[in-house]
């Protein structure tokens, strides 16, 4: 097929050169990676996953001057071929495969994965080379944004100011001579005869009862 070329360039095609013979066959491979399990009472199964990325291969030759068959107008050297697909290579240069008229049209970004080259004695000058390409998948790492949902913040428990105490205290009667805990309690309650009351408050027993000493801080139930 007169028309059908092989083209490699990087940068948007301002470095790059058709092949000046074309390979008689090439090589395209694509693979699954598939994994197999064994599972009880179903036996082996094939969990499918993503095709692994395409390799391109093929193998011809440089040559050293214009032979009957060498396609396209531009003859370079065949080390400056070699050169190019060398540096491509060292540099780690995005690289792009384009095969135009034939059974199948490729045009597709590529990684230079294998190159082997040498000069063969029958043709001087010539260089033969084989080369492994492999599809190349632009790609960046994603920002994930977490969006962390913030605990609704818990209320800081202020301390309660302490309530005003509302139960009213007990009066203090301090004793004086010849008071009784009967004289306290007619005196404050109304009657004599809650005086065990007053006892039982201040944790007077009643052997102390009749040995009250003056002076002692009694203290008056709230009536």
Same mark, same amino acid.
């Given at each position: 097929?007169?028309?059908?070329?092989?083209?490699?360039?990087?940068?948007?095609?301002?470095?790059?050169?058709?092949?000046?013979?074309?390979?008689?066959?090439?090589?395209?491979?694509?693979?699954?990676?598939?994994?197999?399990?064994?599972?009880?009472?179903?036996?082996?199964?094939?969990?499918?996953?993503?095709?692994?990325?395409?390799?391109?291969?093929?193998?011809?030759?440089?040559?050293?001057?214009?032979?009957?068959?060498?396609?396209?107008?531009?003859?370079?050297?065949? %080390?400056?071929?070699?050169?190019?697909?060398? /540096?491509?290579? =060292?540099?780690?240069? $995005?690289?792009? &495969?384009?095969?135009?008229?034939?059974?199948?049209?490729?045009?597709?970004?590529?990684?230079?994965?294998?190159?082997?080259?040498?000069?063969?004695?029958?043709?001087?000058?010539?260089?033969?080379?084989?080369?492994?390409?492999?599809?190349?998948?632009?790609?960046?790492?994603?920002?994930?944004?977490?969006?962390?949902?913030?605990?609704?913040?818990?209320?800081?428990?202020?301390?309660?100011?302490?309530?005003?105490?509302?139960?009213?205290?007990?009066?203090?009667?301090?004793?004086?001579?010849?008071?009784?805990?009967? %004289?306290?309690?007619?005196?404050?309650?109304? /009657?004599?005869? =809650?005086?065990?009351? $007053?006892?039982? &408050?201040?944790?007077?027993?009643?052997?102390?009862?009749?040995?009250?000493?003056?002076?002692?801080?009694?203290?008056?139930?709230?009536?």
């Amino acid at each position: 097929m007169a028309d059908y070329g092989i083209y490699l360039s990087i940068n948007d095609g301002q470095q790059g050169f058709r092949l000046p013979v074309n390979p008689p066959e090439i090589e395209v491979q694509e693979q699954g990676q598939g994994n197999t399990y064994n599972i009880i009472s179903l036996g082996e199964i094939n969990v499918i996953k993503e095709p692994k990325l395409t390799e391109i291969s093929f193998e011809s030759f440089f040559p050293n001057q214009r032979y009957p068959f060498v396609v396209g107008e531009e003859l370079l050297t065949p %080390a400056s071929y070699v050169d190019m697909i060398t /540096s491509w290579m =060292r540099n780690k240069q $995005i690289t792009r &495969l384009i095969m135009t008229d034939g059974a199948v049209d490729i045009n597709m970004l590529v990684s230079i994965e294998d190159f082997a080259w040498r000069e063969t004695g029958g043709a001087v000058g010539d260089i033969e080379y084989e080369l492994t390409l492999k599809r190349y998948v632009h790609y960046a790492p994603k920002q994930v944004q977490i969006k962390v949902q913030q605990a609704q913040q818990k209320a800081v428990a202020q301390k309660k100011p302490a309530r005003p105490q509302t139960k009213p205290q007990p009066k203090i009667h301090v004793l004086k001579k010849g008071e009784t805990l009967w %004289a306290l309690a007619q005196k404050y309650l109304g /009657s004599g005869t =809650r005086w065990r009351e $007053i006892a039982n &408050l201040n944790g007077i027993k009643d052997s102390q009862v009749r040995r009250l000493p003056i002076g002692l801080k009694v203290k008056i139930p709230v009536a």
